[in-house]
C-alpha cells in the first residue's frame, strides 16, 4: 500500500468492534441518566461560523478550532466544544419556552490542541446544560447526576473535586493586581506552587495575610475545611462562595454522596468561564479530570440573552478507556451466542433459516 | 500494594533525590543504585519508585502512571506537563543558559539574522527567542551541546550550567541566564484528590526536609 494510502492525520481515529461497543455502550448509559432527569437531547451541526465559538470560548481558546471558508465566504469553524452552540440556540430560538430549559448532547468536537494524556484532536463529549436558574439547587442537580451517571457506569473510585470561582476572585479584588500579575498570582495557585506564591505576595500584603492565602489556596479536603477556611477569610465575595460550597456538601452527605467530593479552594482553572461553582471529575486510573463542569452566568449575555446556566461534560474517550476491560469482558458473552449458517447450500433456504432465527432474535453469520 | 509511585529521574539528581527521601525518613533500598531495577518500593513498602529519564518525569505523571515525581524545573518547563509542582525541593540547583563563543556575546543577537541555537531544550529555546522578536532556527541535540558552537553547528546554545566548566573548557561565555532550575516535587492532578491523604502526608513530610536556600 502506499504511504499516503495508510497515513492518517494525526489525532484522529478510527474504532472498531469492541471498542465500538465500550463506547456505545457508555453513551447509552449516561444519556439514559440525562434522560430520566427530563433533560431532552439537542443534535447539534458539526460546524457553525467561526466567531461563534469565539464568542462562546473566548478568542483565545477558539484559536484552537480548524478552521475553513465556506460558500459564502464566511469563516467556519468545527465546533470544539457544544455550550456555545446550545448557549446560542437557547438565546436564540428558545426564548418563549419556560424556563429552566434542561438540555443534553453527545458527539464529537474538534481542537486543534497538543494531544496528550490520551485526549486525540478529535475527542467525543457528552455533557448536558440546565439554563435558566441561578438557585444552587441547579448546580447541586448537575452534581447528583453526574455522580448517577457514574455509578451507573460502574466507577465507583471516582472523586468531584469541587470549587468556587469567587473565593479566589474575591481574594484576588483586594490585592489590586494588574491583570498580568494577576495571571501570574492564578498560575503559582494551579500549580499549587505555594513557596513562589508566598515570595509573589510579599509586593502586595502583610505576612499574616500571606500565609493565610497560602494555606487557602492549597486547601482540599471534606466540609470541615470551610471551617477552616472561615476562619482566614473575611472578605464577602469569597464567604458567599463558602456558604455555596458548604451547602452543597451539607446536601451531599444527606444523600450519601459526600464521599465522592472533595472541596478544592485552589482551583482556578476555570476563572475565564465560569463565574460560580466549578467541578472537576478524577477517576482511579486516569491522569487527567474525565469531565468537568460548573456554572457560566455570563455566557448566554454573549448571545444577547443574559441568563444564570449551569452544565458539565463528560469525555467519552476516557470513559471508555477507563472502563474497557469490564465492558468488553461482558460483550464477549454476547458476541459467542453466534448461530453459524454455511451458505454453501440453496440460499433461499439458508436467507429463510436466518430469517427464523433473527425473528427468535438469534444473531446469526453466514459463512 | 504501595500508597503511591513515585518517579525519580536518573542520572544528575537521582542520589540526592534518594538522600532527600532518605533524610524525610523514606528509605529506598541501596540496590535501587546497585541493580538495573527500573522499580522498587521503600523499606515500609508505602511509596514505590521508578527511575526513568529525566525528560520522562513529567510525562509519567501526567497520564497519572506515577502519582508524582522529582525533576528539574528545567524538564518540566520543557514538558509543559499540566501537573501540580507544590515543592521546590532546592537541590540539584543549576542555571538555563544561553551561551556563544565569546565574541558572539559583543555581537548579540542580530535581531534581523535568524539565530542558530543548539540545544536539547527545543520548547524552551524557541519560547526564549521568539519572545524577544529573534528568529530563531533550533537544532536539536542530544548530547554534547557544548561542540555545537566550535564545529560551526550553531552560533548559540541553549544548556544547563551547574558550575560553568564545561562552558569553559569549550571557549564558550554565558551571554544570558533564562531560568535558574532547582529539584521540583511535581504531583499529578487526578492523584493529589484520589489519594489525597497519602499525598497531604507526603508533601508535608518532604517539606519539612527543605533546607535554608542560600540568597532566599
Keep these: 500500500m502506499s504511504i499516503t494510502l495508510s497515513k492518517i492525520p494525526p489525532g484522529v481515529q478510527y474504532i472498531f468492534d469492541d471498542e465500538v461497543r465500550v463506547r456505545r455502550f457508555v453513551e447509552r448509559q449516561v444519556m439514559e441518566t440525562f434522560e430520566g432527569w427530563s433533560y431532552r437531547e439537542i443534535i447539534l451541526p458539526i460546524f457553525d461560523y467561526a466567531d461563534l465559538f469565539a464568542l462562546g470560548m473566548g478568542k483565545e481558546q477558539a484559536e484552537m478550532t480548524y478552521r475553513f471558508t465556506g460558500r459564502d465566504g464566511k469563516l467556519l469553524a468545527l465546533r470544539p466544544e457544544m455550550t456555545s452552540l446550545v448557549a446560542r440556540t437557547v438565546a436564540t430560538r428558545f426564548i418563549k419556552r419556560a424556563r429552566p430549559i434542561r438540555l443534553s448532547y453527545s458527539g464529537e468536537v474538534f481542537r486543534w490542541d497538543e494531544p496528550r494524556g490520551g485526549r486525540q484532536y478529535e475527542f467525543h463529549q457528552i455533557g448536558l446544560e440546565h439554563i435558566g436558574s441561578d438557585q444552587l439547587e441547579a448546580d447541586t442537580e448537575a452534581l447528583v447526576i453526574a455522580i448517577e451517571a457514574l455509578r451507573r457506569l460502574g466507577l465507583e473510585n471516582f472523586t468531584i473535586a469541587l470549587g468556587h470561582v469567587d473565593f479566589f476572585n474575591g481574594l484576588a479584588e483586594r490585592l489590586e493586581l494588574s491583570e498580568d500579575r494577576r495571571r501570574e498570582m492564578r498560575t503559582f495557585i494551579d500549580r499549587k506552587q505555594t513557596e513562589q506564591l508566598d515570595r509573589f505576595l510579599e509586593d502586595y500584603t502583610d505576612p499574616e495575610n500571606r500565609a493565610a492565602l497560602c494555606r487557602l489556596t492549597t486547601l482540599t479536603g471534606k466540609r470541615e475545611i470551610i471551617e477552616e477556611a472561615r476562619a482566614l477569610v473575611s472578605n464577602e465575595r469569597s464567604v458567599a462562595a463558602l456558604d455555596d460550597l458548604e451547602r452543597v456538601c451539607l446536601i451531599a452527605e444527606e444523600l450519601g454522596i459526600a464521599s465522592h467530593i472533595d472541596i478544592d479552594l485552589g482551583d482556578v482553572g476555570g476563572l475565564d468561564y465560569y463565574t460560580g461553582l466549578t467541578f472537576n471529575i478524577y477517576a482511579q486510573g486516569l491522569g487527567t479530570a474525565l469531565g468537568r463542569g460548573g456554572r457560566y452566568d455570563q455566557l448566554l449575555a454573549n448571545f444577547g440573552r443574559p441568563e444564570p446556566a449551569v452544565g458539565f461534560s463528560l469525555c467519552l474517550d476516557w470513559l471508555a478507556q477507563l472502563l474497557a476491560p469490564e465492558i468488553i469482558r461482558t460483550a464477549a458473552e454476547y458476541k459467542n451466542e453466534v448461530t453459524r449458517l454455511s451458505g454453501a447450500g440453496d440460499i433461499v433456504s439458508v436467507f429463510k433459516e436466518a430469517n427464523r432465527l433473527r425473528a427468535d432474535g438469534r444473531k446469526v453469520e453466514i459463512v | ?216
Design chain 2, 1 to 216: 500494594m504501595a500508597d503511591l509511585t513515585i518517579a525519580l529521574a536518573k542520572g544528575r539528581l537521582q542520589d540526592e533525590a534518594i538522600e532527600f527521601f532518605r533524610r524525610a525518613g523514606i528509605v529506598v533500598p541501596d540496590e535501587a543504585r546497585r541493580s538495573r531495577r527500573l522499580l522498587l518500593d521503600d523499606e515500609s513498602g508505602r511509596y514505590s519508585f521508578i527511575f526513568v529519564k529525566p525528560a520522562d518525569v513529567p510525562v509519567y505523571v501526567e497520564y497519572g502512571v506515577a502519582d508524582a515525581g522529582v525533576c528539574g524545573r528545567d524538564v518540566l518547563m520543557e514538558s509543559d506537563a499540566d501537573v501540580h509542582e507544590p515543592l521546590d525541593l532546592g537541590f540539584g540547583r543549576c542555571r538555563l543558559v544561553v551561551a556563544g563563543k565569546p565574541e558572539s556575546e559583543e555581537r548579540g543577537y542580530n535581531p534581523l539574522a535568524t539565530a542558530r541555537v543548539a540545544t536539547k531544550f527545543p520548547r524552551i529555546t524557541a519560547d526564549y527567542f521568539q519572545q524577544r522578536g529573534v528568529p530563531v532556527e533550533v537544532i536539536v541535540l542530544s548530547g554534547s551541546v557544548e561542540l555545537a558552537p566550535a564545529l560551526g553547528l550553531s552560533e548559540h546554545i541553549v544548556d544547563l550550567v551547574e558550575t560553568g566548566r564545561t562552558l569553559r573548557e569549550n571557549g564558550l561565555v554565558v551571554i544570558d541566564e533564562i531560568t535558574e532550575s532547582t529539584a521540583r516535587l511535581i504531583v499529578n492532578r487526578a492523584s493529589y484528590h484520589l489519594k489525597r491523604d497519602a499525598m497531604a502526608r507526603l508533601i508535608a513530610n518532604l517539606r519539612t526536609c527543605i533546607s535554608e536556600k542560600p540568597g532566599q
